[in-house]
C-alpha cells in the first residue's frame, strides 16, 4: 500500500526537467522541492514526512545537475533563472555604458584642449602680424616725417663751417621732436656734435662706417651736417624704428 502510494506521488514529479541548473542559483527552490516531497511520502505512508533517496541533491559545482523539480517549482525556478540573466545583461548594459561614456569624455577634453593651443597659436600669430604691420606703418610715418624735415635743407645757408649750436639748431629742424633727445644722447657718444669728427673709416656726427655711406643723402656727407643728420635719422629708423629704438640698443652694446 505504501509503495502504491509512493508511486502515486512520483507520478506528478514527472514533467520537464531543468537542465543543468545551478546548485547555488537555485538552492532555495531546490530545498522547497525536496521538503514538499518528503512531506507527500510521509502522509501517503502514514508516518512523519522523510526525504527519500530519491529527492532532489545539489553540489558546490555550477556543472551539477538538480533532481527532478515539480511543474509548480519549475515556473518559479524558471522565472529567477530568467530575472539573474536579464540583471546581468542589465549590468553588463551599464558597464558598457559607463566605459563609453567615459571614453567620449577623453576624446571630447582632447579635442578641447587641442582647439585651445590652435586658437592660442593663432592668436599669437595674429598679434605678432599686426604688431609687425604696426611698427612697419610707423617706420613710414617716421621716414616721411623725416623726408619733410630733411627737404628743408636746401633753406640752410651752406657756411664754411658750423658750430655745434649750428648743428643743434639744423638737427632740431629735422629730427621729430620726441624723438630728438634720443637723437643726441647718441651723437654725444659718437661724435660729440662735430661733423668732421673721424675714428679710422668712420666719419661724421652719427659715425658713418665707412663715412661715404652717408653719399647717399647727399654728395656734400663730409662738410654738411644737415646732410649727416638725414642720413643718421634715415638709418636708424631703418635699422631700429626710430632714434630711440637706436639709443635703447646703444645703452645695452655700447654701440649701433
Not at 547555488?24 to 527552490?29: I, L, N, P, T
Not at 538538480?66 to 522565472?79: F, H, K, M, N, S
Not at 638737427?171 to 621729430?176: F, K, L
Request: charged share 20%.
Amino acid at each position: 500500500m505504501i509503495a502504491s502510494a509512493r508511486s502515486a506521488v512520483r507520478v506528478p514529479l514527472e514533467g520537464k526537467r531543468v537542465s543543468r541548473i545551478s546548485a547555488r542559483g537555485f538552492a532555495v527552490a531546490s530545498a522547497t522541492a525536496v521538503t514538499t516531497v518528503g512531506a507527500v511520502v510521509g502522509v501517503a505512508g502514514g508516518g512523519a514526512a522523510v526525504a527519500s533517496n530519491d529527492n532532489v541533491e545539489a553540489t558546490a559545482s555550477d556543472s551539477t545537475l538538480l533532481a527532478d523539480i515539480p511543474a509548480g517549482q519549475q515556473a518559479q525556478v524558471q522565472t529567477a533563472s530568467l530575472a539573474q540573466q536579464a540583471d546581468a545583461q542589465s549590468a553588463q548594459a551599464s558597464a558598457a555604458a559607463k566605459k563609453a561614456a567615459e571614453e567620449a569624455a577623453r576624446l571630447k577634453a582632447a579635442q578641447d584642449a587641442r582647439a585651445k593651443k590652435d586658437a592660442a597659436v593663432k592668436g599669437k600669430a595674429d598679434k605678432d602680424k599686426a604688431d609687425k604691420a604696426d611698427k612697419e606703418a610707423k617706420a613710414r610715418d617716421l621716414e616721411t616725417q623725416s623726408a619733410s624735415r630733411a627737404s628743408s635743407r636746401s633753406t640752410f645757408q651752406v657756411q664754411s663751417s658750423y658750430s655745434v649750436s649750428d648743428v643743434q639748431a639744423i638737427a632740431r629742424q629735422i629730427i621729430p621732436a620726441d624723438q630728438f633727445q634720443c637723437f643726441s644722447n647718441i651723437v654725444n657718444k659718437e661724435s660729440s656734435w662735430n661733423y668732421t669728427a673721424s675714428n679710422g673709416a668712420a666719419y661724421g656726427l652719427v659715425q658713418a662706417l665707412p663715412g661715404s655711406k652717408m653719399s647717399s643723402a647727399g654728395s656734400d656727407w663730409q662738410t654738411n651736417p644737415a646732410t649727416q643728420i638725414k642720413w643718421g635719422l634715415n638709418y636708424m629708423n631703418g635699422r631700429y624704428g626710430s632714434p630711440c629704438g637706436a639709443w635703447s640698443f646703444w645703452l645695452t652694446h655700447q654701440s649701433y
